[in-house]
């Protein structure tokens, strides 16, 4: 008498398991077999996609980019690109500097998405707009 419920709820477990976020375990970007590098970072929701921005520590503390994620379910991430990547010229972008900390925001007022990061020293606030780097728009 209670099988054939026990069965149709084991079933339905079985299917809505198939996706997981296993804690401490490493998750890839989709195609790339390389652990996310978004430290840092934050998640914003438009467009039926999640997006994951942060910084790309895989060579140490410094400056090497601010990257850019997808994902349709918070568990598959697709890597979409560099927003920021060090300058040719040096100065607030340059080898050897601090950026961290990114956080994409919608501004109303302009109608926009925009991104903010601590630069050195944790003072310094920069702001640009993020729509040509991720179709944010």
């Known amino acids: 008498m209670f099988l054939l419920p026990t069965i149709l709820l084991a079933l339905a477990t079985l299917a809505t398991s198939s996706l997981q976020i296993v804690p401490g375990a490493s998750i890839t970007a989709t195609g790339t077999n390389a652990h996310l590098q978004a430290h840092g970072g934050s998640i914003v929701y438009t467009g039926g996609l999640y997006y994951l921005i942060g910084e790309n520590k895989l060579n140490g503390s410094a400056f090497q980019s601010i990257n850019c994620y997808s994902s349709p379910d918070l568990v598959d991430w697709a890597f979409v690109g560099e927003l920021l ?20 925001l919608w501004n109303e007022g302009a109608g926009k998405w925009v991104m903010r990061e601590r630069g050195e020293c944790g003072v310094e606030i920069r702001i640009g707009d993020v729509e040509s780097w991720t179709g944010l728009g």
Do not use: W
């Open 85 to 104: 990547s060090v300058g040719d010229n040096g100065g607030d972008l340059g080898s050897g500097r601090v950026v961290e900390r990114p956080h994409v």
